[in-house]
């Protein structure tokens, strides 16, 4: 039995390899593919006959799964699940020094029939990914089979995957936009929201100094009920980290940890909830609605305060970010009261003093339509009904913005390119249009009017004057470019 248990993850990696791995001098693009497939919920689809054959080369030599095959393999859907001793097996071969996991991720959605997703979501599942990988055993240090270095504690997961000195590691490369970044500013930190005066000043390295984590791969769940304790203890219990459907509100991703010690019971299950973001508008200032949608309570997690016994993490990735940043979310200013109406149209002060919530009292919908109709006081038989005070919960908050390693540990100075255009590729219909030739992109994007903001879609029917030509320019990656006051060759006055 002890030799099973000593050899059995190399014979996972064997298996997934198609071949010993002490034979491997240089791994082939479809071996790189079954391990990041193993850890990573990579979406293979069949709708060309060059996806249909290397979905069969992956299911026959590398252990992928296919869950339904049309008649005469007209389609064919398939996938990794959840096997955790295979995803083990897919990490040591990953802990060599010749596996770079970020270029093998581009080669992998350049080159396989893949889902590349639209939200960035296999960039921050890589970097999640790795920064476990870091926590349990850096590159640098040879890699060890016992179970105690597959549990790690939050505190140090959270060290290997921001960017903040310590463990080694050299200071980030600073830039002139960059805003910098201190350890403290995260260990410090007290919660953006809290439940007392006690968790109020409790700070983030205190609050998690016992908390440990134990995960090895992701999945892509189809249900939005399994973000509740039951279904975090029976993840963590398996190593799982989730991947939310497609459409599923407030969160994109979580992982569960267990906040006293490793014990797995239902009262000691916590999580850390993650939402990304592709998208330009989102950089180094805080979103508060983006956090406020992360509620707890509104998904399910918690129902009633005597729930909200462990304190949440909540974090988001604004990958496409212009400024790279990491800061906490500011803990909300005390409530003002708002004014309210009597019947006879006094003004009164309700007392709406809060801690940690930054939300204000709002008249009843009806005095609102009566009051929007111009009537100075509400009419006789109206009643007041006072709003629910929103259920309290405590919650340390931290935005991410950008994708370089001014901010994230796994990134390095050398590889933020290939970072980069990973993330591109979640916006993939931007190719379709591009060219070496600044009006050859202007040229295929007036073949699709209005299909995009850029001058190029509508260029076709509206002057040039009237365009945005620098979000053109800026958003089309052309090597060439032109004066603001030439307009596009293929312009045409309305």
């Known amino acids: 039995m002890q030799t099973v248990r000593k050899y059995i993850v190399n014979f996972a990696a064997q298996k997934l390899l198609n071949v010993?791995?002490?034979?491997?001098?240089?791994?082939?693009?479809?071996?790189?593919?079954?391990?990041?497939?193993?850890?990573?919920?990579?979406?293979?689809?069949?709708?060309?006959?060059?996806?249909?054959?290397?979905?069969?080369?992956?299911v026959e030599a590398h252990l992928r799964v296919a869950l339904k095959i049309e008649d005469g393999f007209r389609t064919i859907q398939t996938v990794c699940p959840s096997e955790p001793i295979l995803a083990e097996g897919a990490w040591t071969v990953m802990h060599r020094s010749d596996f770079d996991a970020p270029s093998a991720m581009q080669s992998i959605l350049s080159g396989f029939s893949v889902n590349q997703g639209d939200r960035g979501e296999l960039v921050a599942l890589?970097?999640?990914?790795?920064?476990?990988?870091?926590?349990?055993?850096?590159?640098?240090?040879?890699?060890?089979?016992?179970?105690?270095r597959r549990v790690f504690s939050v505190i140090t997961f959270l060290e290997c995957?921001?960017?903040?000195?310590?463990?080694?590691?050299?200071?980030?490369?600073?830039?002139?936009?960059?805003?910098?970044?201190?350890?403290?500013?995260?260990?410090e930190a007290r919660p953006s929201l809290y439940k007392t005066e006690e968790e109020a000043n409790r700070s983030l390295k205190d609050a998690f100094a016992d908390a440990k984590m134990h995960?090895?791969?992701?999945?892509?769940?189809?249900?939005?009920?399994?973000?509740?304790?039951?279904?975090?203890?029976?993840?963590?219990?398996?190593g799982?980290?989730?991947?939310?459907?497609?459409?599923?509100?407030?969160?994109?991703?979580?992982?569960?940890?267990?906040?006293?010690?490793?014990?797995?019971?239902?009262?000691n299950m916590g999580v850390i909830l993650w939402q990304f973001k592709n998208d330009g508008r989102y950089t180094s200032g805080v979103k508060e609605w983006v956090f406020d949608a992360m509620n707890p309570y509104?998904?399910?997690?918690?129902?009633?305060?005597?729930?909200?016994?462990?304190?949440?993490?909540?974090?988001?990735?604004?990958?496409a970010g212009k400024i790279p940043c990491l800061k906490v979310r500011p803990r909300p200013p005390p409530l003002?009261?708002?004014?309210?109406?009597?019947?006879?149209?006094?003004?009164?002060?309700?007392?709406?003093?809060?801690?940690?919530?930054?939300?204000?009292?709002?008249?009843?919908?009806?005095?609102?339509?009566?009051?929007?109709?111009?009537?100075?006081?509400?009419?006789?038989?109206?009643?007041?009904?006072?709003?629910?005070?929103?259920?309290?919960?405590?919650?340390?908050?931290?935005w991410c913005s950008g994708l370089t390693s001014d901010t994230y540990a796994p990134i390095t100075e050398r590889s933020e390119k290939i970072w980069a255009?990973?993330?591109?590729?979640?916006?993939?219909?931007?190719?379709?249009?591009?060219?070496?030739?600044?009006?050859?992109?202007?040229?295929?994007?007036?073949?699709?009017?209005?299909?995009a903001a850029q001058a190029g879609f509508f260029s076709s029917w509206v002057r040039a004057d009237l365009l945005d030509v620098s979000d053109s320019e800026e958003s089309s990656g052309t090597s060439q470019r032109r004066s603001s006051s030439s307009p596009p060759s293929s312009s045409q006055s309305p």
Request: overall charge positive; hydrophobic content about 35%; aromatic content about 8%.
């Open 161 to 187: 995957l921001f960017q903040l000195g310590g463990r080694g590691r050299m200071p980030p490369r600073r830039s002139s936009r960059h805003q910098t970044i201190h350890r403290n500013d995260i260990f």
């Open 240 to 267: 799982i980290g989730v991947l939310c459907g497609n459409s599923q509100g407030g969160i994109d991703a979580f992982l569960p940890f267990t906040y006293r010690g490793s014990q797995l019971t239902l009262e």
């Open 336 to 398: 003002v009261p708002s004014p309210t109406f009597t019947a006879e149209g006094s003004k009164t002060k309700r007392n709406s003093s809060r801690p940690g919530k930054s939300r204000s009292w709002s008249p009843t919908k009806a005095r609102a339509r009566a009051m929007s109709k111009g009537k100075g006081k509400a009419k006789e038989g109206d009643v007041e009904e006072e709003p629910q005070e929103p259920k309290k919960f405590t919650a340390y908050d931290i």
């Open 20 to 58: 010993a791995p002490d034979k491997v001098t240089a791994l082939a693009e479809e071996q790189k593919m079954a391990c990041l497939s193993h850890r990573l919920p990579i979406e293979m689809m069949s709708s060309t006959y060059t996806g249909m054959e290397q979905q069969k080369k992956q």
């Open 421 to 451: 255009s990973i993330l591109r590729t979640s916006q993939e219909w931007k190719k379709i249009y591009k060219s070496p030739s600044h009006k050859y992109t202007q040229l295929r994007q007036s073949q699709n009017p209005g299909a």
């Open 126 to 148: 890589l970097l999640l990914i790795l920064a476990r990988d870091a926590a349990v055993a850096p590159k640098d240090e040879q890699s060890r089979s016992n179970a105690e």
């Open 298 to 319: 509104e998904l399910g997690l918690f129902h009633e305060e005597a729930d909200a016994v462990v304190p949440v993490i909540r974090v988001v990735f604004a990958l």
């Open 215 to 238: 995960f090895n791969h992701f999945i892509k769940v189809h249900d939005r009920k399994l973000l509740c304790p039951k279904y975090l203890l029976f993840f963590a219990s398996r």
